[in-house]
């Protein structure tokens, strides 16, 4: 647990490519940004954003002279060169997979593999850019590759990890208890974690995590859901709710500022 014993709060501001139905996130820039700032006074940390392409020094700009949430650039998915202009834009952390993507929702698959070399060149990168980390833990491979980088001096604590569940497809692993301890148990030192769950199971396993001293990441890229069956209005009112949770749990939920302290930012 960090020093703060605060939670840090991710918000995913992203369409959700398993429930298409719900239509609640921001389908444009100037919506996006509106998102983000107001999930920054629902109480977030972090917001986790697949910048606009072509839009993404502009977009981090505009986000900033609002608010001083940190900005994680998404889409690990995307190669290198496809992520040219995240690296320009320069946000505070930029999401990293740990090995190969192997999802599938209901209107799109994703089938890319990232090799080690790859996770080397982003570490050099991400370092020429004074761009933290974020790391994409899928299952126990993640951490073989996580340690080889760390055994090469490419990386520097903390190691900030996103563990995920029940992402549909070949890296797939349930929201269980007995998945997220197992995965806790064998995380490399120096670690500070957060949890993505898709599905119904959110809930659960974030309660427990927190409980744990670990972090959650919730919004509507993962579950746009407030509860089961009923769709949340925005972003911000899933943000709230979990705010509200962890600190029900007897842990605030940490600013960006103190935020920027428990990452090593």
Same mark, same amino acid.
């Given at each position: ?15 959700? *490519? ?6 609640? *996130?921001?389908?444009?820039? =100037? =919506? #996006? ?29 505009? /986000?900033?002279?609002?608010? =001083?949430?940190?900005?994680?650039? %998404? ?37 890319? #593999? ?11 990168? !991400? #370092? ?6 974020? *790391? @994409?833990?899928?299952? &126990?491979?993640?951490? *073989? ?41 064998? &995380?490399?030192?120096? !670690? ?5 769950? &898709? %599905?119904? @199971? ?5 309660? #427990?995590? /927190? ?10 890229? =993962? ?5 089961? %069956? ?7 009112? /899933? ?9 029900? &749990? ?7 500022? @103190? ?7």
């Amino acid at each position: 647990m960090n020093d703060y014993n605060k939670m840090v709060l991710t918000a995913t501001t992203a369409n959700s *490519w398993i429930y298409p139905e719900c239509k609640n *996130w921001a389908e444009n820039v =100037d =919506d #996006l940004i509106d998102d983000v700032v107001h999930c920054y006074e629902a109480g977030a940390t972090i917001a986790h954003i697949h910048l606009p392409r072509g839009k993404e020094i502009n977009t981090v700009e505009r /986000i900033r002279e609002r608010c =001083d949430i940190l900005i994680q650039a %998404g889409m690990s998915s995307d190669s290198i060169p496809e992520r040219k202009g995240d690296f320009e834009a320069k946000p505070d952390m930029m999401s990293i997979i740990l090995n190969h993507h192997d999802e599938h929702f209901t209107q799109v698959s994703v089938n890319k #593999l990232h090799p080690l070399n790859e996770l080397e060149e982003y570490c050099k990168k !991400c #370092l020429n850019h004074k761009i933290k980390p974020e *790391w @994409e833990v899928w299952h &126990m491979g993640s951490y *073989w590759n996580l340690n080889c980088l760390i055994e090469k001096g490419l990386v520097e604590q903390p190691h900030i990890l996103t563990l995920f569940f029940n992402w549909p497809g070949g890296t797939w692993s349930p929201p269980t208890a007995d998945e997220y301890l197992h995965r806790i148990n064998y &995380m490399p030192n120096g !670690c500070e974690h957060t949890i993505s769950v &898709m %599905g119904d @199971e959110q809930t659960k396993i974030a309660t #427990l995590a /927190i409980s744990k001293g670990g972090n959650v990441r919730v919004g509507t890229e =993962d579950y746009p859901y407030i509860k089961k %069956g009923v769709p949340a209005k925005n972003n911000a009112e /899933i943000v709230a709710r979990m705010k509200r949770i962890s600190e029900e &749990m007897g842990r605030e939920v940490a600013t960006p500022s @103190e935020g920027r302290k428990i990452l090593g930012i």
